[in-house]
């Protein structure tokens, strides 16, 4: 079992940059595959972020692509997510997720893949 943290959200305007970290508690940090996802109010969880056990290969949705940057350092038992030019769309909780992964390439963009969920840090964007 793993427990997740989130923190890094708050305010910021347009165009400007945030960096969110996950940190994990447990020995085996190296064993999950990790994500990020958001959740707007009245709207539907949705994925930003997924990076593979050992750190690569990641992937994005089209929303995110370019502007943000899911990377981890199993070492401090941490996940980051880059957030740059962000935009008001971009308000939202952050939630990280873990899954445990056997495959040391895999990566998971499923709300319904991962098994471990943080409490959620407040991202907004201000025009």
């Known amino acids: 079992q793993v427990q997740l943290v989130e923190s890094g959200g708050g305010l910021v305007q347009a165009g400007g940059s945030l960096r969110l970290s996950c940190a994990a508690s447990?020995?085996?940090?190296?064993?999950?595959?990790m994500g990020w996802f958001r959740q707007a109010p009245g709207k539907e969880r949705e994925f930003v972020a997924a990076?593979?056990?050992?750190?690569?290969?990641?992937y994005y949705p089209d929303s995110v692509k370019g502007r943000f940057t899911i990377s981890r350092d199993n070492a401090e038992n941490t996940v980051y997510l880059q957030m740059n030019s962000l935009k008001p769309e971009d308000t939202a909780v952050y939630y990280c997720?873990?899954?445990?992964?056997?495959?040391?390439?895999?990566?998971?963009?499923?709300?319904?893949?991962?098994?471990?969920w943080g409490q959620g840090t407040q991202v907004t964007v201000s025009s």
């Open positions: 997720a873990a899954v445990v992964s056997y495959n040391r390439d895999s990566y998971y963009t499923r709300a319904q893949e991962y098994k471990y």
């Open positions: 447990g020995r085996i940090f190296s064993s999950y595959a």
């Open positions: 990076i593979s056990r050992r750190g690569a290969p990641t």
